[in-house]
């Protein structure tokens, strides 16, 4: 889908894992491609091994090769680091172009950089979340939009066309203006880290609590797999156990250090919920469990002081570890989708949520079977906590037991669940009419005279100290 004067259709800058792919599946779908890598022996390479899909690919060495090989009005995606280098790049960038060409960051921008960019008025841009890893990018990713309608119109038959599909539906989406689209795939790797440290749990219980080896382990994880809990994240966990180190043939987990990366996401989901007073606890202790995680000598330090903390543990069967998870999953997406209705009602969106569950449903990280009831229960009751939805209450309501039994023998028994352990607290209290808030209120009233609301409706009472 060269224009007639031969010029690629869309531009893309920064060839690596994400950007090959991706540019590699928008030439598998048949639009012409102009790419450009800083480094340019990766263009080179890149342009080397692009197979048939050669004759859709322009590779260039300059920014001004590059935007002279786009049609105009121009279109082109950033594949860079998230930051600084997005900035430079549009800085490069804008001078070369024309005042309607779009910048397209399809990266892990912070939204409200993108918030930023899209009202810069240095031209058109569109903030694109684009979930799936390498292999999404390449063969249909889940794709979360944020802009102006006009300046996704323009690039939509490419964002379709490349995406995921869930029965022909495809994974691709406007969420609305400014940063909506990185908000929404911000949110979805703040459930995706709540899911993965999850599984972490649960996997040390078999492992340190039942003294399984990584390949039996992978052989639940598979199990599981096939029922309610059938997800990306729980298969992909399935074949990390059973994976083999091809140097020692050693179970591969058992050579890989305990400290678990990060790039941001999780970090800054955890931060923007207590801007927007949205409790997220299963995300934040998958962010704090991350930290620790990177604690190692201190970690070894305290075990050489107290001892190993995690005992034998064989009182939970595989069934009740089964049900807690399926109890953890809905409370991590719970909390996701809650995070968005806030964003809805502090920055005036009108997020589709019932459209993010569906686009979730295929190609992301955290696409699930439970999405289409999701979707479902999303749609039904707007503004409900899907724990509260037909649907999930009554999973939750099944399974909430076993959450429970989990979280009590880890505790009894050393095994740290924080992101499990939080997950039933948060349910517990938002299942409690009337919680314990009344003796914060009345300490602060005691210390600071700050007043507060009688159960009469009265506010601004005060209690007896305060004269
Ligand atoms: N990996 C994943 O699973 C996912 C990643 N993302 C996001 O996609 C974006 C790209 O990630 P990924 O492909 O994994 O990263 P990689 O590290 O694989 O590639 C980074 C690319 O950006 C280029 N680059 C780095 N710094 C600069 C700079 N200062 N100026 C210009 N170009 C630069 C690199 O060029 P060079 O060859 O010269 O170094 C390379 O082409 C990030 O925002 C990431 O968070 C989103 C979803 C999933
Ligand atoms: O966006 C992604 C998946 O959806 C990226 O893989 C991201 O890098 C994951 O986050 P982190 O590196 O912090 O684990």
Known sequence: MADAGGQARIGLIGLGTMGAALASNIAEKGFDI????????VTRDFAAGAGDLGTKITPTESLEELVAAIATPRAIILMVPAGQAVDDQIYALRPLLDAEDLIIDCGNALFSDTDRRVHDNRGPFLGVGVSGGEEGARHGPSIMGGGAQEHWDR???????????????PCAALMGPGGAGHFVKMVHNGIEYADMQMIAEVYGILRDGHGMAPEAIGDVFAAWDAGPLQSYLIEISGKVAKAQDVATGEP???????????KGTGRWTAIESQHRLAP??????????????????????GERIFGPAPQALD?????????????GKVICYAQGF???????RDFGWDLPMA???????????????MLDDMSSALADAPGTNLMFTDHFAAIMRDNHQA????????????????ALSSGLAYFDAMRTARGTANMVQGQRDFFGLHGFEHVNGKTGQHGPWAG
Do not use: Y
């Open 280 to 301: 997220v606890p299963a995300i934040e202790a998958a962010v704090v469990a991350r930290n620790l995680s990177a604690r190692r000598e201190e970690r070894t330090e």
């Open 34 to 41: 102009a790419v450009f890598n800083r480094t340019t022996q």
């Open 403 to 418: 959450l429970r039994e989990v979280v009590a023998q880890a505790a009894l028994n050393g095994h740290p669940l924080p």
């Open 315 to 327: 009182g939970l069967s595989h069934d009740t570890l089964e049900r807690a998870l399926i109890a």
């Open 338 to 344: 809650e995070m968005l209705s806030a964003a809805m």
């Open 155 to 169: 690039v939509a038959d490419i964002m379709t066309a490349i995406s995921a599909k869930h029965e022909d539906d």
């Open 252 to 262: 591969l987990l058992s050579v890989i250090v305990d400290a678990a990366g990060q």
């Open 355 to 369: 459209r993010i569950a569906q686009i979730w449903r295929q190609g992301c990280i955290i696409r699930s079977s």
